[in-house]
């Protein structure tokens, strides 16, 4: 890599849209490289509903940015973050609050401090305005969720329909801890290859036990951004789908016709379908589950499925505004735009999702885009690695019906031979994505 003197910069600038999380973190990477940064936040000249501050780097939601511990996936992701001097992880330690095993911070020390360190950074330009078009040369869209609407709609013109808002996701369980005994592979009809989706069966009284569960269970409340007229009719949730009849999730999501049951061989009364949400199946998609639910109940009521008695979910469903491109179709691994090298997307907008992930997001963008401009090859960290198996997953040109996946260990490869205990299975997860880690970076330092 090109060595720079203490205070010397490259002439090449770079255009950072976005002062969240992945944006302050893909312009610290550009910085550290050498690179001048131009970074684009429109607070305080406008806010979005639901920022507040002035600062860089503000938390919208919870102050908690997930478990400590190293054997956790979250954990796992700060770790990997800390290896590449994270911005947030810096600032993070600082503002630390008391959360037991998580790491919270004070949001607002948190967000100033970020902006201190960003303003007193002599390569980073911080330029307070709106930015309504997606400019010329270097550019790293960080834009979040909530982008504003004239840049959403060039992003949308930018993308094709690639582009979504106010959208319902369903759960996501991991394939290990689905109940086999109670579950079978097939294709409606024998439509498609024999193991395309796992089979949840349920008989009528099975059922009728799950559809009262359901339709008595609570809802979460959405955000007041959030609450808009056409949300449940533009992407139906399963809940509100069950209150319209005992029946209708039988002539829908959990219709049993062109499956026959290998325990009875008959129909079954109802089926929910589980679908691979990666290339490897180690994830499942609870297909047309799109919930609003509460995580406690979507835990507790879609476990009334026998197959999914002992399910792990990865992911609860949501719903909420939420702008996010089709990144399988239109990303890189590295972050950048297939058609445009030299535009990358860093943040929740790339399907990314939860605090730490997208501001993960943002040091590969950055150090990417820096890599790009030096006429190196872009880094794709091993798929054993928290952060490279969530770039591979986004990038990820198998996945249909994307939806945004925050830090879990259903992404990573499994561990052979399989360790039972979920425990030692963790450790030795995480433990080998540092040895790896560690391996490929020794290579892309000697370039």
């Known amino acids: 890599m090109i060595k720079l003197k203490e205070g010397e910069s490259l002439t090449e600038i770079v255009k950072v849209i976005g002062g969240g999380l992945a944006g302050v973190e893909a312009a610290w990477q550009l910085s550290k490289q050498g690179f001048k940064v131009e970074l684009y936040e429109m607070k305080p000249i406008k806010f979005s509903p639901a920022h507040k501050t002035e600062f860089l780097g503000e938390l919208v939601c919870s102050n908690s940015l997930k478990a400590k511990r190293f054997e956790s996936a979250a954990g796992l992701l700060k770790t990997e973050m800390r290896y590449f001097g994270s911005l ?9 609050v008391p959360a037991g095993g998580a790491l919270a911070v004070d949001r607002d020390k948190f967000a100033k401090l970020i902006t201190e360190k960003i303003k007193a950074d002599k390569n980073i330009t911080l330029i307070n305005e ?19 609407d004239l840049l959403s709609e060039k992003i949308s ?3 094709g329909d690639g582009l979504h808002f106010f959208d319902a996701a369903a759960p996501i369980v991991t394939k290990d801890s689905i109940d086999m005994k109670n579950a079978f592979t097939a294709s409606r009809y024998e439509r498609g ?6 089979n949840c069966p349920m008989n009528k009284a099975e059922y009728e036990v799950f559809y009262d569960a359901l339709v008595n269970a609570e809802s979460a409340d959405l955000h007041s951004f959030d609450k808009r007229k056409d949300v449940y009719e533009g992407c139906m949730t399963i809940e509100v789908m069950a ?10 999501p959990m219709k049993p016709v062109g499956l026959v049951d290998p325990r009875t061989g008959h129909r079954p009364w109802a089926v929910l379908q589980l679908r691979k949400e990666n290339s490897k199946g180690t994830m499942l998609n609870l297909v047309g589950f799109q919930t609003n639910l509460k995580f406690g109940e979507q835990k507790r009521v879609f476990s009334m499925i026998p197959a999914l008695r002992n399910a792990e979910f990865v992911r609860y469903g949501v ?18 735009l297939r058609e445009k090298k030299n ?28 890599r790009r401009l030096k006429g190196l090859e872009t880094v794709i960290l091993p798929e054993t690695t928290m952060m490279g198996a969530l770039s591979r997953y986004i990038s990820d040109c198998t996945v249909k019906n994307f939806q945004p996946m925050g830090a879990n260990f259903g992404v990573l490869p499994a561990i052979e031979p399989k360790i039972r205990d979920k425990s030692q299975r963790y450790i ?17 330092v000697k370039e």
């Open 319 to 336: 719903m909420h505004r939420n702008t996010f491109i089709d990144s399988p179709r239109l990303l890189n691994a590295d972050f950048s």
């Open 88 to 96: 947030c992880m810096e600032c993070a330690d600082e503002c630390e």
């Open 243 to 252: 209150s319209r009849g005992k029946d209708t999730m039988r002539f829908g």
């Open 428 to 444: 030795a997860l995480s433990q080998r994505a540092m040895d790896n880690l560690n391996e490929y970076m020794e290579g892309v």
């Open 157 to 159: 013109e930018l993308c």
């Open 193 to 198: 290859g024999e193991d395309d989706y796992i």
């Open 343 to 370: 535009l990358f997307f860093a943040g929740q907008i790339t399907g990314v999702e939860g605090y730490m992930e997208s501001a993960s997001s943002g040091i590969l963008a950055g150090l990417n885009m820096a």
């Open 130 to 148: 709106e930015v309504t078009d997606i400019p010329e040369g270097n550019v790293i869209i960080a834009a979040g969720p909530l982008a504003s």
